[in-house]
């Protein structure tokens, strides 16, 4: 499995220019999947009311343009609307145009005044991986992460600003040891909302190696996910088979 990931500096609130510059970046790029930051036609913004789009939007048709000329999955997160409420919503678009969502269940801070929090998770079956899309702040919550469905990839999407950057880097490490996955961390970098950016996306395998990580530049990234390597990990060290059973009250 091909999977790229865009760690760029987003354009505070202006979703044209955001769109123009990564159409530029995505040009070139052959994989299986792209995946984008957090909010990646804005960034983290407290003002969704007019920056919000339906599930027929413009970049959701974007998004479902690029899946099919690419033949490729792209994924990210976005504001949506919905009658009266707004969510940050994980957009995921196959190539024939099949979508699926999730929306971010832990919100930060006054998040919650502005956006409306989800109580679902998703798992997605592509190409012979499962994989769970989870947003920036979920990353310090490992129950609503625990790996009970046998997923391979954990993605998170973030707009997680420098001065936490010891949080993010370490919460991607634990989460992919005790899960026993590929973990994929998507930063921004750059400045917005009186925040700095740093980066350091993230791929990490499921023994917790990084094998790739980024900061403070804008950069495309490609990387080949092994299967094989996964099971044999999973086989030899059969961590997952012992996770304690459990549920979560909503």
Known sequence: MRITTIQYDIVWEDKEKNLKNLSEKINTIQSDIIILPEMFTTGFTMNPNHLAESMTGKTIQWMKEIALTKDLAIC?????????????????????????????????????????????????????WKICPLICYDLRFPVWSRNSED???????????????????????????????????VNRVGEGGRLVYSGGTSLINALGEVQYTNSHIEEVFTATLSKYDLDKIRTQLPFLEDKDNFSINL
């Open 76 to 128: 990210g997160s976005i504001i949506i609307r919905e009658e009266d409420k707004y969510f940050n919503r994980f957009i995921w678009v196959n190539p024939d145009g099949t979508i699926y969502h999730y929306d971010k269940r832990h919100l930060f801070l006054n998040e919650d005044v502005n956006y409306t929090p989800g109580d679902k998770k998703l798992i997605i079956e592509y190409r012979g």
């Open 151 to 185: 997923y391979d990839i954990l993605i998170y999407v973030a707009n997680w600003p420098d001065k936490r950057k010891l949080a993010w880097r370490s919460l991607l490490v634990g989460r992919a040891i005790e899960n026993q996955c590929y973990v994929i961390g």
